[in-house]
């Protein structure tokens, strides 16, 4: 499985030539900056986002929105965790070499790498984020999502991943934000509702400003089937 991409004519190589090659034709102060944004800015600016849509959705609609909403933002986090979890047996599996191992004249931005080469770690966080977010909230998610292909670009262009590296690193950690998604919201909403309910942990669920606002004092909804319910009641949730 070493042998992934290790001919010259293929075209994970290619594409990995030119990407890489736009670094050799950079000023060495925008290397020095795009080595740090690929290593460490995306995935800094990954978690900005998620803390700013954690703080605009405990700010608008209703509680029991905003349980939900904040169930999905805990998994996200923990969804990238899992997709590492998972990509451990795939590396170990694969044992793909760093390009700068097999190719030459590479310019390598981060040095250190000794690691398996597919997938890329920092390509399946950034995306297991960024699917996870955009569970949660749309807009917020889109913006994390374009930060994740950002961060698969920076990886290839600092020459320690093969264009399909990132590829493999987008399709694992999107698989694990979505196909874990239903079970990790059916364990985490419960677990919310019960911070949102008690004194001190109210205010990571839903901010003190959206609570005043109701014209209506706010109760947690948590849908449950009602047997002979009389057609003038009302579900706060709907």
């Known amino acids: 499985m070493a042998g992934l991409a290790s001919d010259g004519s293929n075209a994970d190589v290619s594409l990995l030539y030119d990407i890489n090659g736009l670094a050799r034709d950079a000023p060495p102060w925008f290397d020095r900056v795009m080595g740090f944004v690929g290593e460490y800015g995306i995935m800094l600016a990954l978690v900005l986002v ?7 959705v405990r700010r608008r609609g209703t509680l029991t929105d905003s349980v939900s909403a904040v169930a999905a933002l805990v998994w996200a986090p923990l969804a990238a965790g899992v997709a590492l979890l998972v990509n451990i047996p795939i590396r170990g599996f694969v044992e793909r070499p760093r390009p700068f191992n097999e190719h030459q004249g590479l310019d390598v931005l981060v040095a250190g790498k000794t ?5 890329s770690d920092h390509a399946t966080l950034a995306m297991a ?11 917020f998610g889109l913006v994390a999502i374009a930060l994740a ?9 600092m020459g320690v991943h093969y264009p399909t590296d990132v590829i493999g690193g987008f399709a694992l950690g999107t698989a694990v934000a979505l196909l874990l998604a239903p079970v990790a919201h059916a364990l985490l ?23 005043d606002r109701s014209a209506l004092p706010e109760t947690l909804d948590i849908p449950e089937p009602r ?11 709907a």
């Not at 803390?51 to 605009?56: D, G, Q, V």
């Not at 984020?129 to 807009?139: E, Q, S």
């Not at 292909?149 to 262009?157: I, Q």
């Open 50 to 56: 998620a803390l700013w849509c954690w703080w605009s």
């Open 115 to 119: 690691d398996f080469s597919f997938v």
């Open 129 to 139: 984020i960024g699917v996870g977010v955009f569970v949660a909230h749309r807009r």
């Open 149 to 157: 292909f950002a961060e698969g670009f920076c990886r290839v262009y």
């Open 189 to 211: 909403t419960p677990v919310v509702a019960a911070i949102a309910r008690s004194r001190r942990g109210a205010r990571l669920v839903r901010s003190r400003s959206a609570a």
């Open 227 to 237: 047997i002979g319910s009389g057609p003038g009641e009302k579900d706060l949730a």
